[in-house]
């Protein structure tokens, strides 16, 4: 249980990510939005995560290669592909997109670990794929006739696959290091990455206005959608497994629908109602395993 109230409560962050990568597109270029979004985390980080770091250097060279390749994906490309597609493509499509993040979890884990599809997860699958287009397009499947595709949406494909392979790479971390030091090192890891393609992008770009808008949001993604929800997915990973946090992360629309009612006053509809009780079903018959008979 406490597996999934981790996973729950990282896609409830990470839902303002979606959020910020949009309002944020014509303020600040994607790769130094990614950047300080970093920085902030890893100074957020640093009492936390140094002592630990410390403490399991040893074990920092051993894993090198592991660490680069799993803080370049995680952390380098992932975050900044969304915001580089949300300067090139619409929040319909960027939605829909995201939601093929979990079937690529769960096709990996097929291809490389064995890990049986059965019937009751293809039904999950479908019912939570049903719950989020209805919300998206609010019951009016017509809408999806007119999607017209950008350069935006493979970027974001890119980003959903990427993800898929960061999460499987989760439950391989090494087994001496701890949380705290796997996570303090991937981020420096992946902003050493950032920094070359930053210093790239200053150079070519108009310089960043900044507002209290841009400020608050870069905190908000830093401290929380990175520093906390990062902390919260690899501790859902590492309990449940990725396929099985991969299938929460379909309640993002739903989290994404009630920030938009607190915060910008969206109204809530029937089809609301129906599109959520259909992503929790879905959710609740993938991830159920029927209890196995004792002889």
Excluded: C
């Excluded at 397009?137 to 980003?159: C, P, Q, R, Y």
């Excluded at 971390?173 to 990455?193: E, R, T, Y």
């Excluded at 009630?258 to 109602?273: P, R, T």
């Amino acid at each position: 249980m406490r597996g999934y109230l981790f996973a729950i409560a990282a896609t409830a962050i990470w839902s303002g990510n979606f959020v910020v990568a949009r309002g944020l597109s014509d303020s600040i270029p994607p790769v130094s939005l990614a950047f300080w979004r970093w920085v902030v985390a890893v100074i957020v980080f640093l009492p936390f995560g140094l002592r630990p770091l410390i403490a399991e250097r040893n074990l920092l060279k051993p894993n090198l290669r592991y660490l680069v390749v799993t803080a370049f994906l995680g952390i380098t490309v992932f975050n900044t592909l969304i915001y580089v597609a949300g300067h090139t493509t619409s929040a319909l499509n960027l939605s829909l997109i995201s939601i093929i993040f979990p079937i690529f979890v769960i096709l990996l884990m097929r291809v490389f670990y064995g890990e049986r599809i059965g019937v009751r997860k293809v039904f999950g699958i479908t019912l939570v794929i049903t719950g989020v287009i209805m919300l998206i397009t609010k019951g009016n499947l017509a809408v999806l006739m007119d999607i017209s595709f950008a350069v935006g949406d493979i970027w974001m494909l890119t980003a959903a696959l990427i993800f898929a392979i960061f999460s499987i790479q989760l439950k391989r971390k090494p087994k001496d290091m701890s949380i705290w030091a796997l996570q303090f090192s991937l981020f420096i890891v992946g902003l050493i990455f950032l920094l070359p393609l930053y210093v790239w992008e200053t150079r070519m770009t108009a310089p960043v206005q900044w507002d209290m808008t841009t400020v608050g949001s870069i905190l908000y993604i830093g401290v929380f959608a990175s520093f906390a929800a990062f902390l919260l997915w690899n501790y859902a990973v590492m309990s449940i497994g990725p396929a099985k946090a991969g299938m929460v992360y379909y309640m993002l629309p739903l989290f994404s629908g009630i920030l938009a009612f607190l915060f910008i006053g969206e109204g809530v509809s029937s089809m609301h109602l129906i599109s959520a009780v259909l992503i929790l079903s879905g959710i609740f018959a993938a991830n159920h395993e029927m209890p196995r008979n004792k002889a």
